[in-house]
């Protein structure tokens, strides 16, 4: 960007770095420095459109505040170091820590961000190098709920369709989340198809913009989402209206659901759910009558204590009613990070391999024992809140954490720092200062997406290719690299790639999903759609469209549960936590963005005009939020968005970090935190100082 | 000006390059998209036939998306003002000239687009066939390159080979050397007969004629442009790929000593694009803003200052709006209105 010329050199096609839909974009590159995007028009999925984020990716990865050697922490501050000398702090620490306490005591973030070679590599770091099933990442926190669920009722966690079937679709169910604000290019592509003729249900507590499209709202109360399904199956059974032949040639156990919902009846969950009988009764019909009913949900169903159950009764919905395994229908999660259907697919994850086979499964384990040339451990891996737990009972002593930045994200932004605090060695592999990096002991400069190739795959399983527009600033490199030059000074040399397409070779000998499939292969078609084998040389855009992959789809019977807290006299109204479509994760990316930035620049706390009148809330006004676990100050916006009774708040920013206020209270199967709902007070500030 | 006929246009689009750094849109690593990139040996022949748009227009070539005004090193103020090699863009198409030269008028004053679109010489190409979208005869943009829009302007001939017009006397003098046949004057009756048949085959655009005058009459109600900015994501696409959007903002970055202003893209359709320090906005809403918008794109009012309408017709943003609120939809949607 400098001012001599501005002579465009070259344009390299990639995938965005944002979110699981997976646009293309072109990185145009001059002088040695990417200063724009151009959407790219032949991609399957974005066909010439991006989102704020993606239209920001130049600012995203700006070299400007870059860390650009390894740094080590020497009284409290940073001073660069060697590679040489940053592995050997690290080495020694590993090395004595499994020594003295084994290599339990030792545990791996990975990211959701990274590719999936880097995913791939940080699970073999830990179970091969270190010798420990503690590794996991920040699926944990966004759709765990949906593989532990799905995996039960059908046999696969992942998306059931494709993206393309939006327009398949007569009715598009959206649950318990805002595609046009988290996933725009998708939410848009729902747009198009509404305004195009296809019916829209809506079922969200907040009135979101596809709410407002809707031909049909539930905006039932938060964290009521079991009593409503439950309620619809009611409806649906006690009206003939379930898929008899589909319930009699593909599921099982439909005796034992209908008892369950028969608990349900629609008086029973207007109650429970604040949604009129009427709209139940619609929403029922509509969904069972449509041909083709495509159904789509978010964090709103997997955030609760209840999410794998949530997951599991929108499975029974679509079950019953027929919706899945053919074109336009079918259950379809939108994954928040643009990777974390891949590092699910790696298996960093501390009970499962890549491609999901099991680590209790001797038979997986001795296959890749004997690949990895290395005896693989059997004990049960921590997740990553298991971790941070361990490491303050002092049984987890040294963490590795890949480009997340748990201490913005995480709930109980408390727990986690004490926890990060109380290890004995924390190394961060990171592109940028992040507060977790902050914490470190060593810190490591990786490459970003547009230094290094890769793969990157989309939430409708569909692996892509991402290229290096540019070389990586000064001794930055790929995390994968970084990983297999450290597991050689640990003493293990089967990580030694020679470049990212080495690993994704071993990758797909060792995942059935990924067995088709080639960096050739996926340059030459857009990228491939998992499962992708001899039986499907071309990948796979529907899956269970014969069978389930577990055979039968299982029906499970779930009890409503409500949030583990609720409001009361201390703390009034319940609390929500929401995403940006300007803003992504931690904001860490998104935030160098002048144009987004200035947005939302302090945070912002949403509050419908009831709760606002009542406390003489204005707009901009400054308000403290109080939970029972901490207090965060920022700014009201007034908005019937948020129904009354509720507030919400985007967790994009570090001056006012909503997970300090969030529940730590976990779903018992995945210990998936309860961000969505929990219990506040809200304080006008102004008012106080008057 | 002079004419020439031309047998074949890449014998041209050689000769230029030959003399400075030659720009074409082409598909990157030959892939199937369309991006202004510098010619090399890989480029394919210059396309005839149904025209494609790049997908971005020329604008970035003087209005780069950032920009560095100056710097400061904690003493002094450095200039940045560009000093650009001479270069050709070669194969616009009308629509995007006629954006040009809007920008041309809204950067009059300001150097930095000065100099760098000074040193560009443009060479266009007459569309033969309407593209996918376009409607550049509805608002005076095309499809034949409009006088005094470029330095070199490209015909295809129905017979055969090409009319080549000189219109500024830098164009007429990089051509020196190459073999050409002055033409006869009934080539240019022929063009402008050509241009009828074109534009005879767009398809109608009474959409887009009924919007407009809408639009002039205010006779679109608030509620219809609240429900269109519902359908706004505030993506900033529109006015990134529109070739007339000429909005920036500015900010200062930390630089190696002391810091650097650098200007940018901005796009109206953000919240805080008008939004005061106060937290005032005057267009808070996204139906306001998308209202604004389209103002600014069809209103008679601008159309006075600058000699034409805002839009010159290319389709861009129908294309890219995630949100199906590009100027078809949109047209559609208002000239329906009661
Ligand atoms: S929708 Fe997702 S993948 Fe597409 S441009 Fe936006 S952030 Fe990137
Ligand atoms: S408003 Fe749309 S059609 Fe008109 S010039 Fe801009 S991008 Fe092209």
Redesign the pocket.
Known sequence: MDAATHNISRIINTI?P??????G?GLRVEQEKITGVEPLVSHPV?QGK??A??WSTAYAVDPIDRITTPLIKENGTFRPASWDEAYRVITEAFSTTIAQQGADALGVIACARATNEDCYAAQKFARAALGTNNIDHCARICHSPSVAGLRQTLGSGAMTNSINDIEKADLIVVFGCDPTEN????GGRIIGAKMAGARLLVIDPRKTRLAQMADLHLQLQLGTNIALINGLLQIIFANGWEATEFLNSRCENEAALRARVAEYPPERVAAITGVPEEKLIAAARIYTEAERALLTYGMGITQYTTGTNNVISISNLALVAGQIGREGTGINPLRGQ?NVQGACDMGALPNVFPGYQEVAEPASRARFATHWQRPLPERKGLTSLGMTKEALNGNLRCMLIMGEDPVVTDPDQHHVQRALEALDLLVVIELVMTETAAMADVILPAAAFSEKEGTFTNCERRVQRIAPAIPAPGEAKPDWQILGELAGRLGYHGMAWPNAEAIFNEIATLSPLYQGMSYPRLAKNHGLQWPCNEQAPNGTSLLHSKAFSRGKGRLIPVSHAGPAEMPDEAYPLFFTTTRLHFH?GCGSMTRKSPLLERETPNGVLFINPADAQALAIKPQTKVRISSRRGEVETRAVITDEVPPGTVAMPYHFKEAPSNRLTNTAQDPVTKMPELKACAVRVTNLEAECK | MKRFLLDRIDRLRDHLASQRPLFTPQGNDGSAELNWLPLTRETPPTATGRPRLPTCPAKQFFFPEREILFRFDGNDFKETLPKPTPQILFGVRSCDLCAIAYQDRFFQQDPYYQARRRATLLVGIDCQIPCDGGFCPTVDAGPFVRDGMADLVCHQQQDEGWLLMAQSAEGEALLRGLDLKAAETSRIDQRTRAQQQVIARFPPATHIETGIQRINRAEVPAGQWQALGLQCLACSGCTSLCPTCSCFTSYDRPAADGFERERCWDSCLYDAFQREASGHNPSATAGQRVERFWFHKFSDEYAKTFGRYGCTGCGRCEKTCPGVIGVHSVMKSISAAP
Request: with cysteine; net charge positive; aromatic share 10%.
């Open positions: 965005c944002f979110c699981g839909v997976g646009c974009i974005s991006l989102c984020k993606g996933h725009s290019v998708l643009n992504y």
